[in-house]
């Protein structure tokens, strides 16, 4: 169960979670019990986003408490938008009409912590005729290039003009509908071009378009709100640009990433674990994945329970847009691959620098070999990239405890379930990056019956 080293007072759970860097784990422990997934991260920060483009207020439900929400609450709040709590647990309410240009220090202040600025963009260039972008943060995955953003950008008329602090945009003579085709199915310029085509004059047509569950949901979000939006076979979205658009009032899809992850931690530690408000269409690509690799699972109404089905088969899996498997899945997977009997492959192909995690589970006896350039295998189904990377796991290989800094969100969740798998103590410093994506995550392993403390 859950500790703290020391308590010099008797801080509340919520305090907890907020100040817990560093924690140790005593693993060896199936998890087992039952945790609840709010709205997913990738929809709650751009629907968020999506409220400046409102003539009047705007209800999100489901939002998860975590820190990215709180890093676009203090930009909407920076702008001058409202932002109040409802009644509920997860609902919060927007009012856009004192929206303002903000302070670039006030702008400033949150660069590094996140991506989500550079979505601003479109809605302030609409509301106010200028945008400002800091130095963008996030997860260091990959190179995650913004040319996609702000070629898009230009593209509707915008000016870029970089300065040393950042991107400043201007939009003298307004935004027009634009023909973009973007080289990579890109979720980040997909949201950027419908948060700005949705207010440009004229309509947009793009092709090669994200096409995520949570692209879907940002849609249906614009559609409430009065957009006109349609969706075409291979992968084309066309934008027919309003005068206005009112408020919105919408519950978050659920997030699939925490999901999987809770499901790859059941997988991992032999555990039994029921993740509520999970569903199963969304999820379809990785169940089949899970399914192969030894795992059970079942459906319910509420949600969805996940434990092992005897012993854990490799596989060969590869990462791509959906509806392919989720670069965000691999990582845990990863973890619960180190206890299955035999050589199983990864080939990440979104982004260049996420098997990086995987040197720490070597650290913990696993055996994991990373190919920098990827591998020519036999039945691979997606196209190979320049940037891809592959790693082999051989295994099962027991895993013992360690010493561990947290590099990014996902992989620092594999982190914590490598901890909770191995036998012996793990310390996991820089947990704070985890909760970025993860809510209440002390709580909910002191649900499943983890053995932690808290160190601070």
Request: charged share 25%.
């Amino acid at each position: 169960m859950k500790t703290l080293l020391s308590e010099t007072a008797a801080p509340t759970a919520e305090d907890r979670e907020l100040s817990g860097d560093t924690i140790t784990i005593r693993g060896g422990r199936p998890l087992t019990g039952r945790v609840e997934v709010k709205g997913a991260k990738n929809l709650a920060t751009k629907a968020m986003v999506a409220a400046l483009l409102g003539e009047t207020s705007s209800t999100l439900r489901d939002v998860p408490d975590i820190s990215d929400v709180k890093v676009v609450r203090s930009l909407l709040e920076a702008h001058g938008v409202r932002v109040d709590e409802g009644d509920e647990d997860g609902v919060l309410h927007f009012d856009p009409s004192g929206a303002v240009s903000a302070h670039i220090e006030e702008i400033d202040a949150h660069a590094g912590a996140s991506r989500i600025p550079i979505l601003f963009c479109g809605p302030l260039l609409h509301l106010l005729g200028q945008a400002f972008i800091p130095d963008l943060g996030g997860c260091r995955i990959g190179d995650r290039p913004i040319n996609f953003h702000l070629d898009a950008l230009r593209n509707f008329g915008a000016i870029v003009e970089k300065l040393p602090s950042g991107i400043r945009l201007s939009a003298p003579n307004g935004l027009h509908g634009a023909d973009i085709e973007l080289p990579y199915p890109s979720v980040g310029a997909t949201e950027q071009v419908l948060l700005t085509a949705v207010r440009a004059k004229g309509t947009t047509e793009l092709r090669n378009a994200a096409i995520e569950p949570e692209i879907m949901d940002l849609i249906a979000v614009l559609q409430k709100m009065g957009a006109i939006i349609s969706y075409e076979p291979n992968r084309v979205i066309l934008i027919e640009g309003v005068d206005s658009l009112r408020g919105y009032d919408h519950r978050c899809i659920f997030d699939r990433n925490e999901a999987a992850s809770w499901a790859c931690a059941a997988l991992a530690t032999d555990g039994d674990v029921f993740v509520g408000g999970a569903k199963q269409q969304e999820m379809l690509t990785f169940l089949n994945v899970f399914r192969k690799a030894g795992g059970w699972f079942e459906i319910h109404e509420d949600g969805i329970q996940f434990r092992r089905d005897g012993a854990l088969k490799p596989v060969m899996v590869e990462t791509d847009v959906h509806p392919g498997f989720m670069t965000d899945w691999q990582q845990p997977l990863i973890v619960a691959l180190t206890q299955a009997a035999g050589e199983s492959v990864v080939h990440e192909t979104v982004y260049e620098n996420r098997l990086g995690f995987t040197q720490a589970l070597v650290q913990m006896g696993a055996d994991i070999v990373v190919h920098p350039h990827g591998l020519q295998q036999p039945g691979r189904r997606v196209p190979r990239r320049e940037l891809e990377q592959a790693a082999v796991i051989n295994g099962p290989t027991p895993l013992h405890g360690a010493d561990v800094v947290v590099p990014d969100l996902r992989g620092g969740y594999s982190y914590l379930i490598a901890a909770l798998a191995a036998e012996g103590e793990s310390t996991v410093r820089n947990v704070g990056i985890i909760r970025r994506g993860y809510e209440k995550l002390f709580a909910k392993l002191d649900a499943l019956g983890a053995d932690f403390n808290i160190v601070g």
